[in-house]
């Protein structure tokens, strides 16, 4: 029952459609002008001679030329002026620590004095490994570094407390 | 955490800024975690010296962080007198003591210890199965010496070390045989010569038997450098058997986890892309393509773009079949983002790459346009170093060569053409007659357009025509005669008549909006 009045309803929807198809048609049409109709490709589409417009296809069929009619520009290969990886390397079982691993300093985020000197734990650039660096070489090397950690940590109190540990 | 309560008696005495207790707890007790393990980690550094020396190490018993001095480390002439003598023990402390000169930081005294005559010992001291800390003290000592230049690495192979280290790589010692990886990456490392000489000597399928899944991190990550090292250096590229042999197992590794690992093996895929159209077939049947997109966009491996745009840029450098895997892979989607990327290096290998996808069939050419490569595109030309302005400008030329006369209209409506005109100032010459070449070309469009005349004022509206008629005088001959040639057929009133023959263009329903937007901005 659903469906004999489904086909009912269906057919009269493609009676209305009967008209608006041809309007489309020469909508399409107009769009040639303003855009390029990929339609043109499909052979479904209607023969050249059909359409009174053979100005615009040939302009269209222009537009898809290539401009050049002459073989396809060269690829470039690799030119190898940049440094890649190290060719050889030297094995140190203790790994270059600290500054000498020529890391940018990101901040720092902790001191120590347990060997007998003040050391910065370092934050580095571009790394997840934070490593101890002594402060004096801290001070000269990234003083503004320095400066941020002990600005973040000052503290205005009664009792004199040692707040890095 | 138990000491929770106690830390937020403390604080309530103080007066602090803004400052929230809750927070800096945390941030003490992160402090305290990574200062534990910054001491944890120096220790497990040092582990090497522990277990393989039996004489007093200072280095592995002091807490001190920033000393790499010894105690009383060994003259030259003890150390000599030791690896010369015949008492195992004496070798031993003489190797490692030569080893630990060899390992500092500043000036380790390479050619010293090669002038003592030491190399053919440390040589010998290889193939004692016996003495494994002795084989291991010479195993790195002579790692350390192949490090250094051409002539450093080539006393090592002269004394024998090839052969020796070759069957190293089958010790039961873990580190041992990773030693003998190491010094073998060096050799290889040194060029193509000592690179084949590997090769020949069987390395790759002893290197290759060392891989199984409870192979440690560390020594994959010396594996696979060594591996990328057999794969580098051109005059000649590698013999294409060892690349066969060793692919499979690259391509294992490049779906590996650790960053170095990748890393590496991505290197090593970009030397064997490197070459002609064979070669970087070889690598593209493997099907590794889809991967060295993914490696290229993972955000958290940020040393993973170089290497696989590399790569990539390696493989739209071959034929249109190969770009087109490249494309298929998604390229095109992650190649805007590297070209805005906040190194110079990876823009511009990313402009290469584009223009070399430029320089193929109209189709893929369509493909830079959908997937909006043409914006960035412009403001690497604006923006860009000079070096990523020298790769975008080619993009450019070789897309107005290859590309229909739409994209070379679109390619104007983007900016492109202003963008190119504003580098005509540049002293590069190349980089000039390139600029002049996509001039050329987008003229020849407008031809076919029959809108020459309005490109030649819109050109003249960018402050084209002046730079042209400058370069007219550049010292350069080919620049000048480019320059010359413009102006003559497009810019030279006796010319408008010719041009004019094209009237139909009146008739043309190309005088559409659209096309009207192409030339004015």
Redesign the interface.
Known sequence: MGKKQNTKTKKDAQDTQDEPEEFVVEKVLDQLAWDTCPLLADNTWEPEENLDCPELISAFLEAQKNVKEKPAPVKRKASTDEPETESKKKDVAEKPRGFARNLEPERIIGATDSSGELMFLMKWKDSDEADLVPAREANTRCPQVVISFYEERLTWHSCPEDEAQ | MPTKNVIDE?LS?????G?DPAKLRE?RI???V??RK?HK?ENF??R??ITLSSLPDE?ALS????S?EMVTPLSMEEIIKDVTSESRESQTRGCQAARKLL???CN?PLKEIINAGLLSRFVSFLSMDDEPALQFEAA?AL??I???TSWH?QQVVEHGAVTAFISLLASPMLHISE?AV?AL??IA??GSAYRDVLIECNVIPALLARICPDTPVGYLRNLT?TL??LC?NKNPFPPSSAVLQMLPSLIQLLHHCDKDIL??AC?AI?YLS??DNERIDVVVKTGIVPRLVELMSHKEL?VMV??AL?SI??I???SDLQTQTAIDAGILNVLPRLMRHQKA?VQK?AA?AL??I?????NQIQQLITCGLLPPLVEQLKNGDFKTQREAV?AV??F???????Q?VHLVQVGALEAIISLLQVKDVKVILVILDAIN?IF??AE??GETEKLTLLVEELGGLDRIEMLQNHDNDAVYRAAHTLIEKYFSDADIEEVKVDT?VD????Q???VKRTFEF
């Open positions: 403390r005495k103080f007066k602090n800024k400052k941030k992160s402090v305290s990574e200062l910054a980690n550094l040092k090497r010296n280095e807490p001190d962080y920033c790499t390992s500092q930081e380790p790195w790692t350390n192949a490090s250094g690495t030693q190491w990456g060096n490392g040194d450098w990328s090292n580098r890393s590496d290197w970009s490197d070459g940020s170089t290497p590399r840029g390696n739209v450098s071959g290096s290998e290469w223009s070399n430029a320089a193929g069939p109209c080619w030329t070789n107005t060569s290859g590309g229909t006369v739409e070379v070309n020849m469009a076919k357009l139909t008739a043309f329903a190309f559409s909006p659209d």
